[in-house]
């Protein structure tokens, strides 16, 4: 079953107690929080503090995506704040398998994300340095973008490097994906994937968590 971590990015900003609340009645398997810094991304989102009052509220594991600069200053802060999984980006790190050992040494599962004009390439020698591969789908930034289209083809190639290295790492998908597209996402191996706008611009939408994760049919 493909896992679903919304994010909070398209979620009520004053009310995010409540959004979780429902992601639990939900079955959300994460919750996507997206971290902007301004400077990686053209935007200011949220930081540790919200991520420490989110693991107060919520049992569901927090799937953190770091869209900042440097992010291997902020490891321990985002560790500690209570995240499940950190996702760094590799433009991001001008030392990345360093970062990235530093994030399991906080005992976090480790990622690492690629933006839509980063080769897979990138990824080759920190396959064994992590848990989780985060293959953007529109360029960081903000919720409610167009998928790009040449992401299924990178998510099979990504796809199959995860099993040449025989190794376990999740494949989590990120931007543009809703009802109309899950399926081709899923079906080019992505093992998780992230849906704002599709979630929390839904008049339902606990039915659209249901939905992609493959518990009840096509709405
Ligand atoms: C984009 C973020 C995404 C975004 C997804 O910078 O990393 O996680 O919130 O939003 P949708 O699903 O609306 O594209
Ligand atoms: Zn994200």
Redesign the pocket.
């Known amino acids: 079953m493909t896992k679903i971590s919304p994010?909070i990015?398209?979620a009520d900003f004053t009310d995010f107690g409540s959004a979780v609340d429902m992601l639990a009645r939900a079955g959300a398997d994460y919750v996507?929080c997206?971290v902007?810094d301004g400077v990686f991304?053209p935007n200011i989102s949220f930081g540790m503090g919200t991520i420490k009052a989110l693991s107060k509220r919520t049992s569901i594991p927090l799937d953190v995506?770091l869209?900042i600069t440097d992010p291997g200053r902020y490891i321990g802060e985002f560790a500690e704040a209570g995240a499940h999984i950190i996702t760094v980006h590799a433009e991001a790190c001008t030392h990345l398998h360093r970062t990235l050992q530093q994030i399991r040494s906080t005992g976090k599962l480790a990622g690492v994300c690629i933006n839509p004009a980063t080769s897979p390439e990138a990824l080759r020698y920190v396959m064994d340095d992590v848990d989780l591969i985060l293959c953007?789908s529109?360029n960081?930034?903000?919720?409610?973008?167009k998928f790009i289209p040449s992401t299924l083809e990178k998510l099979r190639t990504i796809s199959a490097m995860i099993k040449a290295s025989g190794r376990s790492i999740i494949l989590e998908a990120?931007?543009?994906?809703?009802l109309s597209n899950y399926r081709d996402v899923a079906a080019a191996g992505a093992d998780m994937i992230?849906?704002?706008?599709?979630v929390f611009s839904a008049e339902d939408p606990e039915k659209v968590i249901r939905t992609m994760r493959g518990e009840i049919s096509d709405l």
């Open positions: 994010s990015l398209s996507h997206d902007m991304v995506h869209m953007m529109v960081p930034g903000f919720g409610g973008q990120d931007g543009g994906v809703g992230v849906a704002g706008s599709a």
